[in-house]
């Protein structure tokens, strides 16, 4: 969102002969103060390809790539609450199991049929349906989550913590009330599952092995995430969404009720929180009450990374996260669980509000 | 004196534990301007705040075109055809200048020919469109936010101190600005220090002192007598209670 503000100085100074006089470390450095998302993925690129070899590189590259798509999906819900309202909401874990529970329904039992097909057509019967439903129910029970749980705490961040790690609770045994307490087995839809080869006569990426799914996390998490850069800069929802994140007073000052607004991004959030849980519970292809209750930490990784309540920062954040964890896993498996961790403990010794911050004026 | 557009009967108001307002009579006749005078911390900010519904009223009614609105959210007393410059400006930084204007076009997209007449009032907000309210200069800023109320035609609005620092030439742009909105018939209750500018544009005035107002009248009335000046905006005024 400050995307515009920070890299204006750059802009500014761009008549011709003051560029070029320019060195590439002053261009570097540049990028590094005003692009630091860019300048972080794109070291982060460079380290890795250096380390390992190629075709592993780009194999694991697409993977934290789908693994980050998937990632900001659970993320964004949150960072928008957040910035938004500043409320810090828990239970953002039982949405995503909630979302995973109610897609993997779909998938496993009512539209099981149609997941089974080969073709993927077919199997869009069933998939479209699924997303749609975890993002219903997640919306929906978090509309009535937030006039019961929410709306009661509105300014009290330690009440908050409270209020919502108990309505995590409650919902996660309300899942174990409704699907039962043993964990659940979803299998992809057929044309969804497995891999396929590259060709061996390309050159440079032939012969490697794709994991299907993986495309696809990449391709739906880039198209939400377009969508919302769409929502979030050209409408007048996006505007007021930006607007209230600076300030709430003057956004009713200009007449619009911030609570409907907050309301309708909470419920968003939680729909968004539901699309992420389906498509983590077809790439987990199990599930449990629990599931996103375990994302949780890598959730606040990722919004605190990226600078809270920032979508775009949220966006970066989520890849790198998702790509970290699959160069250090590949490189030093012990270390991997220490590699998110520290990499949000490295760019906030460096940036202290986040890769994109969002700052209230 | 016209008909009233906004009358404030016994406003009580409080700030956290302290009593700020103590009962405020106030009268905004109908497409003049109203200067609001008063010493810092007399309470004229908490006046317009709690006009507009942010700060809680305690007591008393405000009555806006024949409506008690002293309960109403701020969001409807906004779409009622109030707007609010609060001193802070509040405009939204992070946002372009455009999109400054578009929020506050409430009903829709904004009208071209009051655009192109804001434009020519504040020409830097046309040079600036789509630059972040954020880096304009605190000239600018004011224009954007004086703009901002009167993007759509407005009943009454409510300025809180527009000229606090800045420079002598914005302060004529934005006396300009004031005198062509009274000329188009729009209510304006003015918060001032600057007894100079509100001289020149206000028509009635109210003094305020320790959460009460304590004087009202006709600004030439004020203007005219050193003695009521010195009284009520000099040193007099600590003394007042």
Excluded at chain 1, 120 to 129: E, G
Excluded at chain 1, 208 to 220: F, S, T
Excluded at chain 2, 103 to 118: F, K, N, T, Y
Excluded at chain 2, 170 to 185: H, M, P, R, T
């Amino acid at each position: 969102m400050t995307e515009e503000t920070t890299a204006m100085p750059m802009s500014d100074t761009g008549s011709g002969s003051e560029r070029e006089r320019r060195s590439p470390i002053e261009w570097l450095r540049d990028q590094r103060d005003h692009r630091a998302h860019l300048f972080l993925l794109a070291i982060m690129l460079l380290a890795s390809i250096v380390v390992i070899d190629f075709q592993t590189w780009l194999v694991l590259t697409i993977s934290g790539v789908a693994m980050g798509a998937i990632l900001f999906l659970m993320a964004s819900g949150m960072t928008l609450t957040f910035g938004l309202m500043s409320v810090l909401n828990l239970a953002h874990g039982a949405f995503i199991s909630l979302g995973a529970f109610a897609g993997g329904t779909v998938l496993a039992f009512w539209l099981d049929g149609f997941a089974s097909s080969p073709s993927f057509l077919i199997n869009l019967v069933a998939i479209i349906p699924a997303l749609l439903f975890a993002a219903f129910i997640a919306g929906v029970v978090g509309l009535v989550f937030e006039k019961l749980v929410i709306k009661p705490v509105y300014g009290d961040h330690l009440k908050q913590i409270l209020v919502t790690v108990g309505g995590s609770i409650i919902l996660m045994q309300l899942i174990e009330v409704i699907w039962g307490p043993n964990e659940i087995p979803v299998t992809r839809p057929e044309a969804l599952s497995g891999a396929f080869l590259v060709p061996e006569a390309l050159p440079l990426i032939g012969g490697i092995v794709l994991e299907k799914y993986r495309l696809v996390a990449v391709v739906l998490g880039l198209a939400i995430y377009a969508g919302m850069l769409w929502v979030i800069d050209r409408t007048r929802i996006g505007i007021l969404i930006r607007a209230g994140v600076e300030s709430r007073e003057m956004v009713e000052v200009q007449g619009y009720r911030i609570h409907l607004l907050f309301l309708g991004v909470f419920i968003a959030g939680s729909a968004l929180a539901g699309l992420g849980g389906v498509m983590w519970g077809m790439y987990k292809e199990l599930l449990t009450p629990h599931m996103g209750d375990e994302m949780m930490i890598s959730v606040i990784v990722v919004i605190i990374l990226g600078g809270l309540g920032s979508i775009r920062g949220c966006f970066y954040g989520a890849l790198l996260v998702g790509l970290i964890n699959l160069y250090i896993g590949f490189v030093e498996p012990r270390l991997a669980a220490v590699a998110t961790v520290g990499l949000m403990v490295g760019v906030l010794m460096w940036r202290p509000q986040g890769l994109i911050p969002v700052i209230k004026v | 004196m016209a008909e009233p557009i906004l009358k404030l009967s016994g406003v009580k108001a409080d700030i956290d534990q302290y009593h700020i307002l103590h009962g405020v009579d106030l009268v905004v006749p109908k497409g003049e301007l109203t200067v609001l005078l008063g010493r810092n911390g007399a309470g004229k900010s908490t006046t317009l705040r709690t006009i507009m519904g942010l700060t809680t009223l305690t007591g008393g009614t405000v009555t806006y075109q024949g409506q008690d609105i002293s309960r109403w959210p701020t969001p409807k007393i906004a779409r009622a055809g109030i707007a609010f410059v609060p001193e802070s400006m509040g405009i939204f930084g992070l946002l372009t200048v455009r999109e400054n204007l578009v929020l506050a076009a409430v009903s829709g997209p904004m009208d071209e020919a009051r655009l192109q007449w804001i434009f020519d009032l504040f020409p830097p907000l046309k040079k600036f469109w789509d630059k972040p309210a954020g880096t304009l200069s605190g000239g600018q800023k004011q224009m954007l936010a004086i703009a901002r109320a009167v993007i759509e035609p407005r009943d009454l609005l409510l300025v809180d101190e527009p000229t606090k620092g800045l420079a002598p030439a914005i302060i004529n742009d934005l006396a300009d600005a004031f005198e062509q909105l009274k000329e188009q018939q729009v209510s304006i209750l003015l918060v001032e220090q600057n007894f100079n500018f509100s001289r020149r544009l206000g028509q009635t005035v109210a003094v305020m002192n320790d959460g009460a107002v304590v004087h009202a009248g006709t600004m030439a009335e004020l203007a005219e007598n050193d003695e009521l000046q010195q009284d009520l905006l000099g040193l007099g005024l600590g003394a007042h209670q």
